[in-house]
């Protein structure tokens, strides 16, 4: 079955620092998403995305974060100033359309220090 | 706005023994159902999913969810455990009114005594 992939697995950062987490969506996808689990709490959604802008966000997706698709591949959510709270694990999902499945990515561990 | 929640945080089984978990959401109109599963170390996978029809769904690994309206209830169910289903488990609703956001239940941890 076709992935979703992810990278860094795991990411240390100071707060305050800029982060970018990547990932390549399904090749023939056309709707991306970031989702983020706190250690202990529910899997919340941030932001879908589909031809190249935003099409829903969530309260949490604030000013600090942005999403981008800088290549035919690559999606990446960038949190421009990093708070201790926002450590998390972050899935990037994608799908063709709809509610139909979504594909998830193994998640990055984002832990702000 | 719609929310999900799922009773049990923590589920221990011996090997055979039978399995339902809870998943009840706060929404009254349309929705849709899935239950995602997410094994040690691995990435959430979709069980099974409800949009319409039969509220009976089978779904991956003989596992199965009944959709009941008027209880606003997706429970999963599984006859008979392996020690291999040992993961957590993640109910989700899609609400009609809210685009393709998913809400997910704060999940379940099944362990499985072999």
């Known amino acids: 079955e076709p992935e979703v992939t992810q990278t860094p697995s795991h990411q240390v950062t100071q707060m305050g620092q800029e982060v970018i987490l990547r990932c390549v969506p399904i090749s023939n996808h056309l709707y991306f998403y970031w989702y983020r689990q706190i250690l202990g709490q529910k899997v919340e959604f941030l932001v879908s995305?589909?031809?190249?802008?935003?099409?829903?966000k969530s309260e949490i997706f604030d000013d600090q974060f942005s999403v981008e698709r800088p290549d035919g591949s690559n999606f990446t959510l960038k949190i421009r100033s990093t708070k201790l709270e926002d450590s998390a694990m972050y899935f990037c999902?994608?799908?063709?359309?709809?509610?139909?499945?979504?594909?998830f990515g193994s998640g990055t561990q984002l832990s702000v220090l | 706005a719609q929310s999900v929640s799922q009773h049990n945080h923590h589920v221990i089984l011996s090997e055979a023994a039978s399995l339902e978990l809870g998943c009840n959401y706060s929404y009254g109109g349309t929705v849709n159902l899935f239950w995602y599963v997410q094994y040690p170390g691995q990435h959430l996978q979709l069980l099974l999913k409800?949009?319409?029809?039969?509220?009976l769904v089978k779904g991956i690994k003989g596992f199965e969810a009944e959709f009941i309206k008027s209880k606003f209830s997706f429970n999963l169910r599984k006859p008979s455990v392996q020690w291999s289903d040992t993961a957590e488990y993640f109910c989700a609703v899609n609400a009609g009114n809210a685009g393709n956001m998913l809400t997910f239940g704060g999940g379940t941890r099944l362990m499985v005594k072999p």
């Open positions: 409800y949009f319409s029809g039969d509220p």
């Open positions: 999902a994608s799908n063709t359309g709809g509610i139909e499945k979504l594909f």
């Open positions: 995305f589909y031809n190249n802008e935003i099409s829903e």
